[in-house]
C-alpha cells in the first residue's frame, strides 16, 4: 500500500510512482516502466530515470517537514547499468536527506533493478518553498 504524496504532481502521477517510505530524510519510491518509459534498447529512458531521482530525493528531503515543497536547484547523476523491471516487477528508489540547513537540502538517491542491482545514483540540492497553495497569487 503506497504513501499519498500530500500535494498534486500530475508528471508523477503520468509515471506512476508509488511512494513506499516517508520518514526522517528516509524515502523509497516504486516505479514499473511501462513501454511508453523505454528507450530503443528496450530499457527505461535515462529522462525517466532522472525524473525518478528527482522525485526520489525530493520526497527524501521533504520528508522531515511535509509542510514544504521543494524545487531543484542541482542535481549530478551517474548511471552505472541499464535500468531494467522485468514484467510484474519493479525498479526502487532509495532517498536519503544528507544536511539540512533552513531553506536548502542535500540529498542523494540510488535506483535499483528488480534484481537488487544498482543501477543509477545522483545527488541533488533543493530549496524549500512554500506549498503553491500558500504562495502569494498576482492578485495579492
Excluded: W
Excluded at 536548502?104 to 541533488?124: H, K, N, P, S, V
Amino acid at each position: 500500500m503506497s504513501i499519498p504524496f500530500g500535494v498534486k504532481i500530475p508528471f508523477v502521477d503520468h509515471l506512476g510512482f508509488s511512494l513506499e517510505v516517508f520518514e526522517g530524510g528516509r524515502s523509497e519510491l516504486h516505479f514499473a516502466p511501462r513501454p511508453e518509459h523505454l528507450n530503443s534498447f528496450d530499457v527505461t529512458h535515462g529522462g525517466a530515470v532522472m525524473t525518478f531521482l528527482d522525485v526520489v530525493m525530493a520526497t527524501a528531503a521533504r520528508s522531515v517537514d511535509p509542510g514544504f515543497g521543494v524545487v531543484t536547484i542541482e542535481m549530478k547523476t551517474s548511471f552505472m547499468r541499464p535500468a531494467i523491471a522485468r514484467s510484474g516487477q519493479h525498479l526502487v528508489g532509495q532517498g536519503l536527506l544528507q544536511h539540512r540547513t533552513k531553506s536548502m537540502a542535500f540529498t542523494e538517491a540510488r535506483i535499483y533493478d528488480d534484481q537488487g542491482q544498482l543501477c543509477a545514483m545522483a545527488t541533488g540540492t533543493f530549496k524549500y518553498v512554500p506549498h503553491r497553495e500558500t504562495l502569494p497569487t498576482a492578485t495579492d
